[in-house]
């Protein structure tokens, strides 16, 4: 991976950039980075270049190209924001300073799932930025591809990671291809037994369904045809990790035969009506399996807004295949999602002035709404039936905040919590011992508001001590309160 790879696949996703600051901005990183080896011997570079490239491949603006070169910089050079900020402006320290304060959200021993959810939620509450996002799974995205040259022992750890958190984001973010493309990449380093096993089973039962599919593929081209119907017919591999799920659901338990989709059908029209057109010549040429149903997401999306119709039909030998119809934005958005939102042609249609479309202003309405509505059905999905109400509620994110302890623990606090309310969140004994705090590693006040992702540390009394009354005034949780109040009473 080069700077001249990077250029090319600029020019291929037809994206317009100044070369002459990119190059600034590439030097910069080159330089910082200069001497700095990855695992498998490259160059350091060489990483935000591939994070880069990912990003161009979703045609994403040159700000994100410039953050993406940049987004190591500030965590693992001795550059710092301020001069990232002085020499390449507001924005690109906005989206790199991102980057690097939810590249500190790591999965560590725990997999409990309350734990996990935390983390999601602080990842997204985080953010702030779509874009931020979209920087930080093409850099895990490359950290994926390249996971063989990181030591064992940190294997398994980045896929479990990769599982847990990315790639659930990238599915809510409805970017399919890359939530396939996380999950399989982890899938043989996390199971690699069952990864083995399900390769060998597969592989015969792809062969067979592949020669299903290109005779099926070939007949309904020509119908397609034979009815002026212009549309793209494919076909298309279950993913791996996909279908080891699937094999593994109640119901299916490991039985093959339920397995319709090994390879499907995909039949891309130009309009939506040409979907229903479609859909009706399959039925024609062939018998929709009843038992077996069909799927229609398109009058009814899926909550990331995926569409597309599914059904399943017996060919003229009875094997059973999967046909999914869908309009080639509704494939777009099925395949990339919100990088899709993001496009900068589609703001460019939409009248965007260039100036804008340069500062990457022409995406924050857009971009926002559908960040806020992306992140209401994260809500909806991760909150617990009782918090289901207040979790429809759009606020119900910024009403929590999610810090770090010093050992990478992460606690779910109220909005304007402070390190007081942090303590008694930790351990009870940790509230008894308050002598006073740091966060970030700086000294606050005991009323400091903590803010999402603040590294929190408590400065430990040598004795212990009765919490202080005079801070119940400020403290925000009713498990500090009570401690306060009832210690001070027993005494
Ligand atoms: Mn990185």
Redesign the pocket.
Known sequence: MSYSDLLDAIKQNQINVDEKRLQTVYDFAAAAHQGQVRKSGDPYIS??LA?AEILAGWRQPQPVLEAALL??VVEDTSRSLEEIERLFGPEIAFLVGGVTKIGRVKLRGSTDTVFVENLRKMFVAMARDIRVVLIRLA?RLH?MQTLAAVPLSKQKQIARETLEIYSPLAERLGMGQLKGDLEDLAFPFLYPNEYERLTKEAETRIRVAEKTTTKAIQSIKELLAANDITAEVHGRHKRKYSLYRKLNRPGIDGDWSKIHDLVALRIITATKRDCYAALGLVHGLWQPAPALGISDFIAQPKPNGYQSIHTKVFDHKGNIIEVQIRTREMHEEAEYGAAAHTHYSAAKETGASDEKLEKGLAFTVKEKIDWIRELANWQKETESNEDYVNGLKLDALSERIYVFSPHGDVYDLPKDATPVDFAFAVHSDLGNHIQGAKVNQKIVPLNYQLKSGDLVEIIKSKGKHLPNRGWLPFVKTSKARSKITKLNRLS
């Open positions: 990483h935000p994070a987004h190591d850099d950290n």
